[in-house]
C-alpha cells in the first residue's frame, strides 16, 4: 500500500524566513511521482510542484524547492523568503504508476501561518 | 489561461433531489478524475477517466455518477444526494498517463456541496 506522512499538523515561521515542510512517503513501486500543493482559505488546491522518481536533480519553482532523498523516501517541502500570502494548508500527494486509477494518494497536510 | 473550471463553486440541496457538478479543462488533457475531500479522511478519489467514453471507479464511487462524452468535460452527477455526501469537491485533470506518471495534475477551485 502506498501512504504519504505529514508529521507537522502546524507549523510558524516568519516573514522573509525559509521553512521546510516534511513529507515521507511509502511505495515498494519503482516508478512513481510526487506532488506540493497549496490549499488557502479559500479551498482551492494549487499545484507547486512535482517530482519524479526517476529525476537526478531535485525540482525547483521560483521560491519553492523539493528536497527529494529517495533513499530515505522523504520529499521536503522548501519555502524560501516567505510571504505572508503563504499561509495555508499543505499536501504532499503520491501518484505510483501502479494505482489503480492513478489517484493521487494525499497526506493530511501542513497548515503553515507566516507571521509578519 | 490554462484552467480546470467547476461549477457551481457553492451548493446547498436537499436530499434526494438531483444535481450535477460541471468540470471543464482547456488543456486538451486526457485524463479527469474526481476528489472529495472530507475533514479527517483527506482527499479520496470519486471517479476518473483515461480519456473520451472511458470512465472508472476510484475508491470512493457509491452515489455517484460521471460521464465523458467530450475531452474538455467531466461531470459529477449525484443522483440522489445524501447528507454524507456533503463534502467539498474537486475535478483534477492531467495529460495521459505515460507509466502512470505525469508531471501535472491540475485541480479546479472545488465545490462546496451541502445536503441537507
Known amino acids: 500500500a502506498q501512504k504519504i506522512t505529514q508529521t507537522q499538523p502546524g507549523m510558524f515561521v516568519q516573514e522573509k524566513e525559509a521553512v521546510t515542510l516534511d513529507c515521507t512517503y511509502d511505495?515498494?513501486?519503482?516508478?512513481?511521482?510526487l506532488f506540493w500543493y497549496k490549499q488557502p482559505s479559500s479551498g482551492e488546491m494549487i499545484f507547486l510542484i512535482y517530482?519524479?522518481?526517476?529525476?537526478?536533480q531535485n525540482a525547483t519553482e521560483g521560491r519553492y524547492s523539493l528536497n527529494f532523498q529517495k533513499a530515505r523516501k522523504s520529499a521536503n517541502l522548501v519555502i524560501s523568503a516567505s510571504q505572508l500570502g503563504d499561509s495555508a494548508m499543505y499536501f504532499c500527494?503520491?501518484?505510483?504508476?501502479?494505482?489503480?486509477?492513478?489517484?493521487?494518494?494525499f497526506g493530511k497536510g501542513t497548515s503553515l501561518l507566516v507571521t509578519p | 489561461e490554462a484552467q480546470v473550471t467547476q461549477n457551481p463553486r457553492y451548493l446547498i440541496t436537499v436530499t434526494g433531489k438531483k444535481l450535477t457538478v460541471t468540470c471543464s479543462q482547456n488543456?486538451?488533457?486526457?485524463?479527469m478524475s474526481w476528489y472529495r475531500q472530507d475533514p479527517g479522511l483527506g482527499l479520496r478519489q470519486i471517479y476518473y477517466?483515461?480519456?473520451?467514453?472511458?470512465?472508472d471507479k476510484g475508491d470512493v464511487p457509491e452515489g455517484y455518477k460521471v460521464s465523458r462524452k467530450e475531452k474538455r468535460n467531466f461531470p459529477l452527477i449525484l443522483e440522489s444526494p445524501s447528507p454524507n455526501q456533503t463534502s467539498l469537491y474537486f475535478c483534477?485533470?492531467?495529460?495521459?498517463?505515460?507509466?502512470?506518471?505525469?508531471?501535472?495534475?491540475?485541480f479546479g477551485q472545488g465545490t462546496r456541496l451541502t445536503v441537507v
Open positions: 517530482q519524479g522518481s526517476y529525476d537526478q
Open positions: 500527494a503520491m501518484r505510483v504508476a501502479g494505482n489503480s486509477g492513478y489517484a493521487l494518494n
Open positions: 511505495t515498494s513501486d519503482p516508478s512513481y511521482g
Open positions: 477517466s483515461m480519456n473520451v467514453e472511458v470512465t
Open positions: 488543456m486538451n488533457h486526457e485524463y
Open positions: 483534477a485533470s492531467s495529460f495521459q498517463l505515460v507509466g502512470g506518471l505525469n508531471t501535472e495534475a491540475f
